[in-house]
């Protein structure tokens, strides 16, 4: 069965960096675009980042361009988000999701999340 | 850049129907997905292209897409319906993926 398990989240100082992984299973990864969103604690759903199945388009939400990249392993079916620059508006659940088969069908598998608090 | 609009809460009694809104600019020309958050869980995807069910998905949860509202309809509300409601679409302008704001969907 399709897994997304993340890791790397942590209570950082703001202007520091973390690297977040998703390890992906049960599906064959290189064949699919990967997503990050991320919900801050009692807020809604933000689109991030997204990353094409072999790497060669990504495109970022406004918020985080410039300060976050998207990449990923298809050998070792994982996908990554380098964040740097942290603030306090960066605190939040941080989601990845399987971009769904076929063109624009939705996210349709999700991880549970890594949380990422930004914190003096 | 493109933005969804979706009520705050709706409540609804059991067994009865519930429909969550989505407005956007023309989102009618767009395909709209949808997804059942529940507390302290990762978002679940419900509805893809406006009205196609994944595969799980009781046939109480329906999808339409017009104009500039897109909806979801839940049938026979069940007390495990209890939980957040996310529309989200991608805008081909910005290559941006964009969510509504949320409804919370509360079970009477």
């Known amino acids: 069965q399709v897994q997304l398990v993340e890791s790397g989240g942590d209570v950082v100082q703001p202007g520091r960096s973390l690297r977040l992984s998703c390890a992906a299973s049960?599906?064959?990864?290189?064949?699919?675009?990967m997503h990050w969103v991320r919900q801050a604690p009692g807020k809604g759903l933000e689109w991030v980042a997204v990353?094409?199945?072999?790497?060669?388009?990504?495109f970022y939400a406004d918020s985080v361009k410039g300060r976050f990249t998207i990449s990923r392993d298809n050998f070792q079916n994982t996908l990554y988000l380098e964040v740097k620059s942290l603030t306090i508006e960066d605190t939040a659940v941080y989601y990845c999701?399987?971009?769904?088969?076929?063109?624009?069908?939705?996210?349709?598998?999700w991880g549970q999340g890594t949380l990422v608090t930004v914190s003096s | 850049s493109y933005v969804l609009t979706q009520p705050p809460s709706v409540s609804v009694a059991p067994g009865k129907t519930a429909g969550i809104t989505c407005g956007g600019d023309?989102?009618?020309?767009?395909?709209v997905h949808w997804y059942q958050q529940k507390p302290g869980q990762a978002p679940v995807l419900v509805m893809f292209q406006d009205s196609d069910r994944p595969s799980g998905i009781p046939e109480r949860f329906s999808g339409s897409n017009s104009g500039n509202t897109a909806t979801l309809t839940i049938s026979r509300v069940e007390v495990g319906d209890e939980a957040d409601y996310f529309c989200q679409v991608w805008d081909n302008d910005s290559d941006h993926y964009v969510f509504g704001t949320g409804t919370k969907v509360t079970v009477l």
């Open positions: 990353i094409s199945s072999d790497a060669t388009n990504e």
């Open positions: 023309n989102i009618g020309i767009k395909s």
């Open positions: 049960g599906f064959t990864f290189s064949t699919y675009g």
């Open positions: 999701a399987r971009d769904g088969h076929g063109s624009n069908t939705g996210f349709d598998y």
